[in-house]
């Protein structure tokens, strides 16, 4: 086959070493439910971290995703409790929901550029978040939407019940895995060809024949779908759910992510979100000086590794190179 | 039917006016200069014709169809494309990445192509990048195909801005400035480039400042003075008008 840089080539190793460590990782830490916990909370930012990746890729980032992750947790979460319907229907539902209220969003936000689309993108999210606020009959208000039970799978011969936490760990898995899958396909095909174009040159890639506002619209899109689907998941397994869980503060960790893990490559988001959440549960046991360490590691890996962690391989590689030289 | 056509074309921005009720028409298969002093509304023309900024009042049509008022993209889909004056590129793709981007409206893109990567989506891909290929080699960069735009030098930028618009398989060609910023080697290089696209079929306009490459490549002359036409013909013609003379120079009565 013609090997070009037009599809990139996967790192299949890495990514299958990875997936593999993910699925061994709950027997390496002998079922300890604190780590299985940190374990699916990973999944969760990875997915966010991603999804937001993917808007980054049209050249902008927005603090609206978190908002995004709150409707599809919201939507599968009063599907639950208002309409009894279990969380395989809420999943899709949210998800659906989700991808309305983007693409619906979209259209005035993606007329917006550079800075202006970060002010806009922030007042969406704040605007989601104090709208769970303020109907509070419906949304529940400040307090929340409580009791969403985790589904139960049955497969007739087999029954699995998500309130297993071991369990969990693997859905999330499943799903994390199947967003990084879907971002990274779009990313390296003529899909996220055309959307870096629009990232690189807005009017030459206009000249060429792309039609960019609907390609943002349909960008923005699917990554909120995606979040949607991930925020869904977050619902269930936290079975309680408030507007405070999706405010700007976690857009703004996602975007963290981001910056500490790369900002070219899918690896990027996925290393930034896998370390800096290892991080951030590190640091729980220092209490309150926690956000004051976790900025300490953020500056730190600003200053000490510019380009992100998926910097890493190249830098090791020009390392061996170097010393092959002398 | 003419290739294009300007109506009555005028472009205003807030009080100043750009192009004051231009009338003009290229005709297929030709080369033809655009030149005037800066100021004149050349690039606007180009603007216009592009669609890149709306018209104020009048007509453009491209081959009988009316394109003022359409979306950039769309008169791109026409077969009108343009080039930048300033270097316009995908910086930090490689030089055939470029390209092939620049091939989009003939790769048959579908979002479930990308995601499954189905056999036609694959195919698609690989006759993008055998275009790319062939158009890269046409204008002479084919040696320079990995390395990343950026990087490259400025002659060689403006040659793969060229190349870009080719990959979207115009009929016509709006050049701003091809040469602008290069040296006489260059510059000999871009016009014969601009030969070989018009022997392709492709109908070219070009805005240019060196006199020796408009008269040298271009078929005919219009020449606009603040927003107006003042000359049109062949090279010799132009050449000898007087009104052109002027706007150049400056009227006798100042000088003397």
Not at chain 1, 60 to 74: K, N, P, R
Request: net charge positive; charged share 15%.
């Amino acid at each position: 086959m013609d090997k070009t840089d037009i599809i990139a080539s996967p790192n299949r190793l890495v990514w299958a070493g990875l997936l593999l460590l993910a699925l061994a990782a709950p027997f390496l830490v002998g079922f300890d439910l604190y780590l299985i916990h940190v374990g699916i909370t990973i999944s969760f930012n990875v997915a966010l971290a991603t999804s937001l990746w993917m808007i980054w890729s049209l050249g902008v980032i927005s603090f609206a995703h978190a908002g995004f992750m709150g409707i599809g947790a919201y939507a599968s979460a009063l599907v639950l409790t208002k309409l009894g319907l279990s969380m395989w229907y809420g999943l899709w539902i949210g998800a659906v929901i989700s991808a309305l209220f983007a693409m619906l969003i979209a259209v005035p936000l993606m007329r917006t550029r550079a800075v202006y689309f970060f002010m806009a993108s922030w007042a969406v999210g704040e605007v989601i978040k104090r709208n769970f606020a303020y109907f509070k009959d419906f949304f529940g208000g400040w307090d929340g939407v409580f009791d969403i039970k985790p589904p139960v799978l049955d497969l007739g011969f087999l029954q699995i019940d998500f309130a297993d936490r071991l369990a969990y760990y693997y859905l999330a898995l499943f799903f994390v895995a199947l967003t990084v899958w879907i971002i990274y396909r779009m990313n390296a095909s003529r899909t996220g060809m055309i959307w870096w174009a629009i990232h690189e040159n807005e009017l030459l890639a206009q000249h060429t024949g792309i039609n960019v506002f609907r390609q943002k619209v349909v960008c923005f899109t699917i990554a909120c779908t995606l979040v949607g689907v991930t925020g869904a998941l977050y619902a269930h397994y936290q079975t309680y759910i408030s507007p405070k869980s999706f405010d700007i503060w976690k857009s703004e960790f996602a975007l963290v992510h981001l910056i500490v893990g790369g900002l070219t490559t899918v690896g990027g988001p996925v290393a930034g979100a896998i370390s800096l959440t290892m991080v951030d549960e590190a640091l729980r046991a220092t209490g309150y000086f926690r956000t004051i360490f976790f900025g300490v590691v953020l500056i730190a890996s600003v200053l000490l590794l510019p380009g992100g962690l998926e910097t890493i391989p190249a830098r090791i590689r020009r390392l061996f190179n170097r010393k092959s030289k002398e | 039917m003419h290739e294009l056509e300007a109506r009555g074309l005028q472009m205003k921005f807030g009080g100043v006016t750009a192009i004051a009720g231009l009338d003009l028409t290229v005709e297929e298969g030709e080369i033809r200069g655009l030149i005037g002093p800066n100021g004149a509304g050349k690039t606007t023309f180009f603007n216009a014709c592009s669609g890149r900024y709306p018209v104020t009042a009048g007509e453009i049509r491209y081959r009988g169809q009316k394109i003022s008022g359409m979306k950039p993209h769309q008169i791109a889909a026409e077969g009108l494309v343009r080039t930048f004056q300033h270097v316009t590129l995908f910086k930090q793709f490689s030089v055939l990445k470029n390209v092939v981007a620049g091939n989009y409206l003939h790769a048959r893109h579908s979002y479930w192509g990308s995601l499954l990567r189905t056999r036609k989506t694959r195919e698609a891909e690989a006759g993008s990048v055998a275009r790319a290929r062939e158009i890269l080699d046409f204008v002479g960069l084919g040696a320079l195909m990995d390395q990343q735009a950026a990087t490259l030098a400025h002659g060689h930028q403006k040659m793969l801005g060229i190349a870009i618009a080719l990959a979207a398989e115009p009929k016509m060609l709006l050049l701003d400035e091809p040469c602008a910023g290069m040296n006489s080697d260059e510059s000999r290089e871009m016009i014969h480039l601009v030969r070989r696209i018009r022997e392709t079929g492709i109908t070219i306009m070009l805005i240019e400042h060196d006199m020796k490459v408009v008269m040298g490549l271009c078929d005919r002359i219009t020449v606009l003075n603040f927003g107006n036409e003042i000359a049109d013909g062949t090279p010799e013609a132009v050449r000898a008008n007087a009104q052109v003379r002027e706007a150049y120079l400056g009227s006798q009565a100042h000088v003397a």
